[in-house]
């Protein structure tokens, strides 16, 4: 019988662990709770469920990957499969992973998006990378160029007009 494939969307409840098998093959484990909602019909109001508990390894460069960017808090989007239930958890190998961006915006090393990719301006908040990065000085801040920040404070004014050249402009 083939491995139950899931979806889940949760919170990171632990740190992230990266050890190495003998071959030199990267594995990383973290805790994850979901937290389902349930309408209540006598209150008319959503509320919390029962928290479901996962334990989920990644392997190789996924290992690698959820190790620098995952932290205690982070809300997350798994595809996994199940390989074990035991006491009051499940047990996931993650076959893919993602930061959700119901409540955050994230970033990558390679870029910053174009201004006109944000909908709607948003407080910028300046806070200092997490972890040390291997591509970013230590301890730089995590500060947008000057394009994004001046876009940014002048509420998308340039970049809604669709006088830019981006990829996103579809025009009418």
């Not at 948003?122 to 920040?149: D, F, G, M, Q």
Request: glycine share 6%.
């Amino acid at each position: 019988m083939a491995p139950s494939i899931m979806h889940v969307s949760g919170t990171v409840t632990s740190d992230v662990e990266c050890r190495f098998t003998e071959s030199g093959i990267a594995v990383c484990r973290f805790r994850l709770t979901e937290t389902p909602s349930q309408w209540d019909t006598a209150t008319q109001k959503w509320r919390d469920g029962t928290p479901i508990r996962y334990v989920c390894t990644a392997w190789r460069n996924l290992a690698r990957n959820a190790a620098e960017s995952l932290t205690n808090g982070v809300t997350v989007l798994v595809k996994g499969r199940i390989t074990e239930i035991k006491g009051n958890s499940i047990y996931l190998s993650v076959d893919d992973l993602g930061i959700s961006l119901r409540q955050r915006i994230a970033y990558t090393e390679v870029s910053l998006p174009h201004p006109a990719a944000a909908p709607s301006p948003l407080p910028l908040r300046r806070s200092p990378l997490p972890r040390a990065h291997p591509l970013l000085p230590p301890n730089r801040p995590a500060i947008p160029p000057a394009c994004w920040e001046e876009q940014r404070s002048s509420g998308w004014s340039n970049a809604a007009s669709g006088a830019d050249s981006s990829p996103l402009h579809t025009g009418h």
